[in-house]
Structures are given as structure tokens and as C-alpha cells.
């Protein structure tokens, strides 16, 4: 069955540091998403994209974050400057419908840890 | 806004036995879906069960089933034959045509051998 691969599982950065964490969504998908989890409750929606920009995102997703497709696998989220309320589970996502009508497919996360 | 509640933050069953998760939401649109997922230790978020708001039959999956109430907004999940590995967070979800998903805050669900 075809997954949503995220990498790294884990990563623990410094606070002011740059991180990006990493998507491989289902090959022939065409919409990604981004969706986060401070640990403990529950998922908060990040950004959608899709046809190389982004089409919807929360106020969550303001300057510091970015989201690129560099090439026609990768789905990247990064955080320009970490901040300790950061930390939590990032989750991709993609979908082969345009709505959320479909349901995604979620990767295993990235779990951020703020130091 | 849409908003998703789960009343319950944690619910147990014995092995074998019946459970429900309740789940209720708030929208004023007509046409919607709504989604349980679970996600096991390991994090990973699982796609269970979803169900068409214009269609009046409940969805089923397996063990799993809907009790999809559309006037009283109520979306409950049904797993029956509980098995250990249906022990997770279950997450009740709503999604309205717009490109994200509203999630609840779960349901800590534990099964007892």
C-alpha cells in the first residue's frame, strides 16, 4: 500500500535554529499538507499546496514557515527560526483530491524537540 | 468556524466486548464528510472510517461502524470485537470542501486482555 514517508522521525534543534523536515508523499498525488500536534492535543492544520503554491493555510503558518516541492518527490516544511512552542509532531499529508473530502494519508510524523 | 468536541479523553473496553466514541461537531454547511482516525503509539495518524454527510447510510468497516446522526450533528464510532491492537487516540475529524480537516481533541481508548 502506497505510504507518506517523513524524515527524520526525530529531530532535536536549538532554539533560533533552522529546521527542515522532510515528505515524500504518494507518487501520484497532487495535494500535500502540513499539520502539526503539541503533544498531548489535537492535530492543528498547517498549510495545503498545491501546483507549486500554497492554497490554503492557518494562522499557525505565519512568517517563519515555509513549504517547498524542490523536485517531484520532495515536500519540505521549514521553520526559519525555532522557537520552544515549536516542539511538537509535524505530520505530512497528501491527497489525490482537491478538498479534504477525501480523507489523506498522513505520514508517521517528524517529532520536533526545541532546546 | 467549524468545530469538532470528543466528550470523552479516555474510554475502556475488555477484549471481545463493545465500545463507542462520541463525537459531535458544529458547521452550517449542507454537505460535508466526516472521518474517524486512530493513531497508535507510534504516532502515526490511520484513516478508519469516513462518511458522505449526503448519504444516510452509516459507513462500515469491519469491526468498525458509524452512528451518523445528521441532525443532531453526532458522529460516533462503533468498534466492535474489540481487539488489543485498537488500543490508540482516536480522533474524530470534520472536512468541508476547503483543502483542511478540523480534528477533536481524541479519545485515549484502552483495552483490557
Known amino acids: 500500500e502506497p505510504e507518506v514517508t517523513q524524515t527524520p522521525s526525530h529531530q532535536v534543534t536549538q532554539m533560533g535554529q533552522e529546521v527542515i523536515l522532510r515528505c515524500v508523499p504518494i507518487s501520484n498525488h497532487l495535494y500535500f499538507y502540513w499539520y502539526r500536534q503539541i503533544l498531548g492535543q489535537k492535530v492543528e492544520f498547517l498549510v495545503s499546496?498545491?501546483?507549486?503554491?500554497?492554497?490554503?493555510k492557518s494562522e499557525i503558518f505565519d512568517d517563519q514557515f515555509s513549504v517547498e516541492r524542490p523536485d517531484g518527490s520532495n515536500f519540505t516544511l521549514k521553520i526559519r527560526s525555532t522557537k520552544l512552542e515549536d516542539s511538537a509532531m509535524y505530520f505530512c499529508a497528501s491527497s489525490g483530491g482537491a478538498s479534504s473530502n477525501y480523507g489523506y494519508t498522513f505520514g508517521s510524523g517528524t517529532r520536533l524537540t526545541v532546546v | 468556524a467549524q468545530t469538532v468536541t470528543q466528550s470523552q479523553p479516555e474510554m475502556s473496553v475488555q477484549e471481545a466486548e463493545t465500545v463507542t466514541l462520541s463525537c459531535t461537531y458544529d458547521t452550517s454547511e449542507s454537505d460535508y464528510y466526516l472521518f474517524w482516525y486512530k493513531q497508535p503509539p507510534s504516532r502515526q495518524m490511520i484513516l478508519v472510517i469516513r462518511q458522505e454527510a449526503y448519504k444516510q447510510q452509516n459507513a462500515t468497516e469491519n469491526r468498525f461502524s458509524v452512528n451518523f446522526q445528521k441532525a443532531a450533528k453526532s458522529f460516533s464510532l462503533k468498534i466492535s470485537d474489540s481487539q488489543l491492537g485498537d488500543a490508540a487516540m482516536y480522533f474524530c475529524?470534520?472536512?468541508?470542501?476547503?483543502?483542511?480537516?478540523?480534528f477533536g481533541k481524541g479519545t485515549k481508548l484502552s483495552v483490557i486482555p
Open positions: 499546496f498545491y501546483n507549486n503554491e500554497i492554497s490554503e
Open positions: 475529524a470534520y472536512g468541508a470542501g476547503s483543502y483542511q480537516l478540523t
